[in-house]
């Protein structure tokens, strides 16, 4: 079975494991590329930015698909990993180096995570 490891923004870790949903959207800033690194069901870890280079947790990857982030929020709310749209948009932005409103974003649906 393949899994996959996925850089993190730790401020996207922390409000997630603080509030252990059911789900959460693993979105990546500019992530309009289609997602085929695993299959439904396969682990999917979550490793923090550098300097802190470890594994923190994961999920199970259950489908990508990618969103306008006004969508993306409509959709999973908190579960992007921040208190607000305001906020899910700043972490995308520094990502980015953009300040495009409303980005397209890729979103991986993870069931079942584990922090």
Known sequence: MKLYVGVTDDQWFSFLAQRRPDEVNFWRPGGTQVFRA???GAPFLFKLHSPR????????FVQHTVLPLSLAWECFGEKNGAETLDNVRCLIQRRRRSSEPNPQIGCSILAEPFF
């Open 53 to 60: 280079n470890y594994v923190v947790g994961g999920g199970f």
């Open 38 to 40: 695993i299959e439904p």
